[in-house]
């Protein structure tokens, strides 16, 4: 089994990440969310707790949780990463299964221009707000979990991100794309090591 491993915040999608997220829900949902959310998040920060940070979606309507999905989705997808989008095309094409694997939450994935490309996605549900978050070495160590379920052995592997939080998912890659590095310590790793460098 060939396996593309997928960044999905700013490796799919440029300016969109979780907290993007939560402050589109403040200004959607109104003063009430916004203050529950803003201490969470404080608190969050003070204990260095992601989870915290999106425990305000606890005390909303699920109904309406998911209409913002949606709404939010579609905003984002005018920000796609055409090359990114291009090459995960050509892998899709070759019989790579496509995994996404995610700090975000899967909610947001699914409901994307990508929604039914993936084969897997790797990342928590907004409900699960007790669950931490896939972030760091936690990518690797997933992705080594997952693979010890699967029946067919893996022969090949890429990996796609933009991030050096993600260095150890790269690691794991025997070909490694880097999309819009911002860390120019991640540029020397990519050229040192001979991965694809993409500035879109």
């Known amino acids: 089994m060939k396996v593309a491993y997928v960044d999905y915040c700013n490796t799919l999608y440029n300016g969109f990440s979780l907290s993007d997220f939560q402050k589109y829900s403040e200004s959607e949902l109104g003063l009430p969310f916004k203050c529950i959310s803003i201490i969470f998040r404080a608190v969050g920060k003070l204990l260095r707790s992601?989870?915290?940070?999106?425990?305000?979606?606890k005390f909303v309507d699920?109904?309406?949780?998911?209409?913002?999905?949606?709404?939010?989705?579609?905003?984002l997808n005018n920000n796609l990463i055409l090359s990114s989008r291009d090459i995960l095309l050509g892998y899709k094409k070759?019989?790579?299964?496509?995994?996404?694997?995610?700090?975000?939450?899967s909610d947001l994935i699914g409901g994307s221009d990508f929604d039914g490309f993936f084969d897997v996605i790797l990342a928590r549900r907004l409900c699960d707000f007790y669950k931490p978050l896939f972030y760091?070495?936690?990518?690797?160590e997933k992705i080594r979990e997952w693979e010890s379920q699967q029946k067919d052995i893996i022969t090949e592997r890429v990996a796609f991100s933009d991030h050096i939080s993600d260095l150890s998912m790269l690691q794991l890659a025997d070909k490694a794309y880097i999309i819009n590095p911002v860390d120019p310590k991640l540029r020397s790793i990519a050229i040192e090591n001979n991965w694809v460098l993409i500035d879109d």
């Open 50 to 57: 992601e989870e915290l940070k999106i425990f305000a979606f």
């Open 136 to 140: 760091g070495k936690d990518k690797a």
């Open 94 to 105: 070759n019989g790579f299964k496509i995994v996404v694997v995610s700090a975000s939450i």
């Open 62 to 75: 699920q109904r309406k949780v998911n209409k913002l999905i949606v709404s939010f989705s579609k905003k």
